[in-house]
């Protein structure tokens, strides 16, 4: 998830970056469940002050964008209607429980296949 920040840009730092999180996840690039840069990280990697990636985060947070789960980070939301977001859940609990027990995504996606099938 490149994100390029563009210093000679009337739109302010923090305002960039909002809207290339947003444009990504519209186009897919960043799924919902996606875990973010942490903020300090982000900053660093960009040549921002942490409070500006900061505020990014906290504003796209309020849109219902991304959610922040503590000290786990921050993390692209689900989206959609009422049943896709459902869907969407299950489906990030089922990939982190996955990964939780160190099964390969192959084997995880014949498990999710053989479920669906039942």
């Known amino acids: 998830m490149p994100f390029i920040i563009d210093a000679s840009s009337a739109t302010p730092p923090f305002e960039q970056l909002r809207q290339q999180v947003i444009e990504q996840v519209r186009s897919g690039e960043l799924a919902p469940g996606a875990r973010l840069s942490p903020v300090r990280a982000l900053a660093e990697q960009l040549g921002l002050a942490a409070n500006t990636v900061a505020r ?36 990030i609990a089922f990939a982190e429980r996955m990964q939780h027990l160190g099964v390969a995504r192959d084997d995880a996606l014949a498990l999710a296949r053989a479920a669906l099938d039942r």
């Open 56 to 91: 990014a985060y906290r504003e796209l947070e309020a849109d219902g964008v991304i959610e922040t789960r503590g000290r786990a980070g921050s993390f692209i939301a689900a989206h959609g209607d009422a049943t896709q977001q459902q869907a969407q859940l299950a489906a």
